[in-house]
């Protein structure tokens, strides 16, 4: 079992105040690690993982779109690695931005969404994640095609989200939101839940090459997540550009 739980990061166009406003409201929690977002704190490390035995971040420059908090940017920040993270949100911002500053690292936060960054700056970066957030934009592809335009050449790019099908309806809507309470209500709208097959092709339509996909499960008895093969619900997949 796994959930989606970034629903309080917002970094798209067309997406309206009151849904902003709604994020900024649950932010206060971010950090609170037996609070409304423990299960963040426990995926964390397994994304995380995914990540930094995917591609070696010494002497990179990362992005991450739809930071939050900052709960994965601190996992991917060291003395050789630049990390930039963006959000809509004013309140996960400043959370982020106080943290980092308690913990004494240097992580460039900013609040704003990608297409105005991709605006004002010429920096490209050498890999970006963007994780549990195309499921909650009205345009996936552009996301997409935004997250590659503010990548360097031969970039990795990192993305997560759910699976469409009748078990991911009933684990991260039904349990998630009605039955356990782990979500707000209203969290997910299951029409934006992407399949694997739909998702790849996207990637592959904007010249993205595929190096691995996997599932993120979860432990009922040790109450854990772990990286599986199963993609029935949750899905992160490493992809890069092709430039030739």
Not at 39 to 55: A, D, G, M, Q, Y
Not at 103 to 119: F, G, P, T
Request: net charge neutral.
């Amino acid at each position: 079992m796994r959930f989606s739980f970034k629903y309080y990061s917002i970094t798209s166009m067309n997406i309206d105040d009151k849904e902003i406003q709604k994020f900024n409201d649950i932010s206060y929690s971010w950090w609170d690690p037996d609070g409304p977002f423990k299960p963040l704190h426990l995926l964390n490390p397994v994304r995380t993982n995914f990540i930094k035995k995917s591609i070696d971040l010494k002497n990179k420059s990362i992005i991450d779109v739809g930071c939050g908090g900052g709960l994965l940017c601190e996992n991917l920040i060291s003395k050789d690695t630049r990390v930039k993270g963006i959000d809509m949100s004013k309140n996960a911002i400043e959370i982020a931005k106080t943290h980092q500053t308690i913990n004494n690292l240097k992580i460039d936060y900013e609040l704003i969404n990608l297409e105005d960054l991709i605006n004002k700056s010429n920096e490209r970066y050498d890999a970006l994640t963007c994780l549990e957030l195309i499921e909650h934009v009205p345009n996936p592809e552009k996301l997409i095609k935004d997250c590659i335009n503010i990548t360097k050449k031969e970039s990795d790019l990192f993305f997560s989200t759910l699976n469409r099908n009748f078990i991911s309806f009933i684990v991260s809507i039904i349990g998630a939101e009605y039955i356990l309470n782990i979500l707000p209500k209203g969290t997910h709208d299951y029409k934006n839940f992407i399949k694997p097959s739909e998702f790849s092709s996207i990637l592959r339509k904007n010249n993205l090459v595929i190096k691995n996909i996997k599932g993120i499960s979860y432990n009922i008895f040790n109450q854990s997540f772990y990286e599986s093969d199963n993609l029935n619900i949750n899905y992160i997949i490493h992809c890069k550009k092709n430039n030739d």
